[in-house]
């Protein structure tokens, strides 16, 4: 009998987490397919694209010159930037959120600022940068910086204040310092709402940086998308969407991850 319900799980992991998706990917690639053979001459169809990629697919870290690099390399230096500005944001967003969740004071003096800057285009943000620096990197890593503050801080602020007054009531009756209130009580239970922030600015972050990179030019994901498209070689521009993408769900898989592994540190708290 176990042997029988051990097979029929087998079955349906088998169907939800293999079978389903790739029905989804082959609607995609027929769709992909139709559009390249009766709605236009210029894109290619999967097999085509395939063939013309397979270089980049194979060797996507080669080095042949100053303009001629592979795409894995390329990506590199895309998620190097994303990360510096991420991390930049996160470090400003996460206690600037806190400060505003606990504080009345702080939450007036803050957030009409968060709810003016919020709506504002991120490539906006990019000739204030470029006028500051003189430079693409350090202006594209600004950017980046100032798209991932607002989720974070107003996720954050969410989860602060939602935290029950009792908790904090008790807390203070038994005269706990203010620090370790933080500590054992708010941060706990306003994690969930911090990694929601932190998911949103990333992968808002991760979409940003694309759009920079084709205005500012230099190595990366987004101007190699640009130029292969000036080259009209659309074969490479759905190479880098695929590449875009996939990076985008393991980047949202990882900072799952590392929100799983403070589950636990959350219990005992």
């Known amino acids: 009998m176990k042997r029988f319900y051990s097979v029929r799980n087998g079955a349906d992991i088998l169907v939800k987490y293999v079978m389903l998706p790739l029905i989804g ?43 001629d690099v592979g795409i894995g390399y390329l990506l590199g230096q895309s998620l190097k930037r994303v990360l510096i500005g991420f991390a930049l944001g996160s470090i400003v967003a996460i206690p600037l959120g806190f400060l505003i969740g606990l504080s009345d004071t702080a939450k007036r003096i803050f957030d009409p600022i968060v709810q003016i800057l919020r709506p504002v285009s991120p490539v906006a943000w990019l000739p204030v940068a470029l006028a500051v620096f003189n430079l693409a990197n350090p202006s594209a890593i600004f950017v980046i910086f100032i798209t991932s503050l607002w989720p974070t801080v107003i996720n954050t602020a969410s989860g602060v204040s939602s935290v029950p007054r009792d908790y904090l009531n008790v807390a203070k009756v038994i005269e706990m310092p203010r620090w370790k209130q933080i500590i054992k009580i708010v941060l706990p239970a306003s994690l969930p709402y911090i990694f929601t922030g932190l998911r949103i600015s990333l992968g808002i972050a991760w979409l940003v940086i694309v759009a920079v990179e084709m205005l500012t030019g230099g190595q990366g994901i987004g101007f190699f998308v640009w130029d292969e498209w000036n080259r009209l070689n659309l074969s490479s521009v759905i190479l880098a969407i695929a590449v875009i993408g996939l990076t985008g769900l393991a980047l949202d898989i990882l900072i799952g991850k590392i929100q799983d592994s403070f589950k636990n540190w959350q219990v005992e708290a």
Do not use: C, E, H, K
């Open 25 to 67: 990917f082959s609607f995609l690639l027929g769709m992909w397919w139709f559009t390249a053979t009766y709605l236009t001459n210029l894109m290619p169809d999967p097999l085509t694209a395939l063939r013309d990629n397979l270089d980049y697919i194979l060797n996507p870290f080669y080095v042949r010159g100053p303009g």
